[in-house]
């Protein structure tokens, strides 16, 4: 299959882009095309004008920024699954790329595109707020920095407007967080039924933060508050596992779908939230 007629413009610098974006209110930037371009071939988006951004200089990197790591968003998924930096500073994201796609789809998919799709299933988007990731947007007007929790905000819905560029994707330091990935998908790289990615901070056995994020389970990757608050301020033990996991299966609203039915989603909900937080708590300090 095809994709409908489109206007390509190849953006060579990010002023390039942002100026080709504000000009032409019906396009989008055409990163790996991983994503847009399928969508394009089944019709389910119809940009009259890709600005393609591959051969835009200095959008893919990835570097120390203080104790943490930023990542240029035009950064291939390959380059951010194998990076050492990204493995130090941020090991929730590497082991969630155990998760992401094939190795083909990961050596053109770009992490800025991965985010900007925001596939309600998606992996990267969990952590991105279990880590308190910032995201950097550009637009001629100038640049804004939004919180993940805020960024994503329904199915292929995000924070970035039309005229924005996702520019930098920054992690912040993990000090003695401990931190865990799981998730449960029909066959290995494929989309996930359920996400859940857990941090914890514990100070003296007792519980000082806790992030639990679900993704495929909702409309967007969120934190699952109730489970945190049955963490916070107590020992991460075997009840209080329980008690989260309980919480966690509570606060999704899964749906169901040819892959699973809201049930199974709910008890995976519950099991990915004991494992990780097993894991987590081994992991911490
Ligand atoms: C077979 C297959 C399996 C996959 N499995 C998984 C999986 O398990 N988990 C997973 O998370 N993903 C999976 N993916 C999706 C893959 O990760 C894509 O690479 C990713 O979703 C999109 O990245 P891209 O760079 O290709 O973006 P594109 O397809 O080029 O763009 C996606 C969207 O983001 C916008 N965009 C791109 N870059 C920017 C930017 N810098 N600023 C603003 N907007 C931007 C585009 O306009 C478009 O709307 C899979 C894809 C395939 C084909």
């Given at each position: 299959?095809?994709?409908?007629?489109?206007?390509?413009?190849?953006?060579?610098?990010?002023?390039?882009?942002?100026?080709?974006?504000?000009?032409?209110?019906?396009?989008?930037?055409?990163?790996?095309?991983?994503?847009?371009?399928?969508?394009?071939?089944?019709?389910?988006?119809?940009?009259?004008?890709?600005?393609?951004?591959?051969?835009?200089?200095?959008?893919?990197?990835?570097?120390?920024?203080?104790?943490?790591?930023?990542?240029?968003?035009?950064?291939?998924?390959?380059?951010?699954?194998?990076?050492?930096?990204?493995?130090?500073?941020?090991?929730?994201?590497?082991?969630?790329?155990?998760?992401?796609?094939?190795?083909?789809?990961?050596?053109?998919?770009?992490?800025?595109?991965?985010?900007?799709?925001?596939?309600?299933?998606?992996?990267?988007?969990?952590?991105?707020?279990?880590?308190?990731?910032?995201?950097?947007?550009?637009?001629?007007?100038?640049?804004?920095?939004?919180?993940?929790?805020?960024?994503?905000?329904?199915?292929?819905?995000?924070?970035?407007?039309?005229?924005?560029?996702?520019?930098?994707?920054?992690?912040?330091?993990?000090?003695?967080?401990?931190?865990?990935?799981?998730?449960?998908?029909?066959?290995?790289?494929?989309?996930?039924?359920?996400?859940?990615?857990?941090?914890?901070?514990?100070?003296?056995?007792r519980c000082e933060a806790?992030?639990?994020?679900?993704?495929?389970?909702?409309e967007h990757a969120a934190?699952?508050?109730?489970?945190?608050?049955?963490?916070?301020?107590?020992?991460?033990?075997?009840?209080?596992?329980?008690?989260?996991?309980?919480?966690?299966?509570?606060?999704?609203?899964?749906?169901?779908?040819?892959?699973?039915?809201?049930?199974?989603?709910?008890?995976?909900?519950?099991?990915?939230?004991?494992?990780?937080?097993r894991r987590a708590a081994?992991?911490?300090?």
């Amino acid at each position: 299959m095809k994709p409908p007629r489109f206007r390509y413009l190849r953006a060579e610098s990010v002023d390039g882009a942002l100026r080709a974006l504000a000009d032409n209110p019906d396009s989008r930037p055409l990163a790996g095309g991983q994503s847009l371009i399928a969508m394009m071939n089944l019709r389910l988006v119809r940009p009259a004008c890709l600005v393609d951004i591959n051969r835009v200089a200095g959008l893919g990197y990835i570097r120390e920024d203080g104790d943490g790591v930023a990542i240029g968003a035009l950064t291939r998924h390959n380059d951010v699954k194998h990076s050492d930096l990204v493995r130090a500073r941020c090991p929730l994201l590497t082991e969630a790329y155990e998760s992401i796609a094939h190795h083909t789809v990961r050596n053109r998919g770009t992490l800025g595109g991965n985010l900007c799709h925001a596939d309600p299933s998606s992996e990267t988007p969990a952590v991105m707020v279990a880590v308190g990731a910032t995201l950097v947007l550009q637009s001629v007007g100038g640049r804004r920095e939004v919180a993940a929790e805020d960024f994503f905000q329904g199915p292929y819905e995000t924070a970035a407007r039309q005229d924005e560029l996702l520019v930098e994707i920054r992690l912040p330091g993990r000090g003695a967080e401990g931190w865990a990935f799981a998730e449960v998908s029909n066959r290995h790289g494929d989309f996930a039924i359920a996400v859940i990615a857990t941090t914890l901070r514990l100070a003296d056995g007792r519980c000082e933060a806790a992030r639990v994020v679900a993704s495929a389970v909702g409309e967007h990757a969120a934190r699952l508050r109730p489970a945190e608050d049955a963490l916070t301020g107590g020992a991460i033990d075997d009840a209080a596992i329980e008690r989260a996991a309980e919480a966690a299966a509570g606060a999704v609203d899964p749906h169901s779908d040819s892959h699973a039915d809201a049930v199974y989603r709910r008890d995976a909900v519950a099991a990915l939230t004991r494992r990780t937080l097993r894991r987590a708590a081994e992991r911490c300090g």
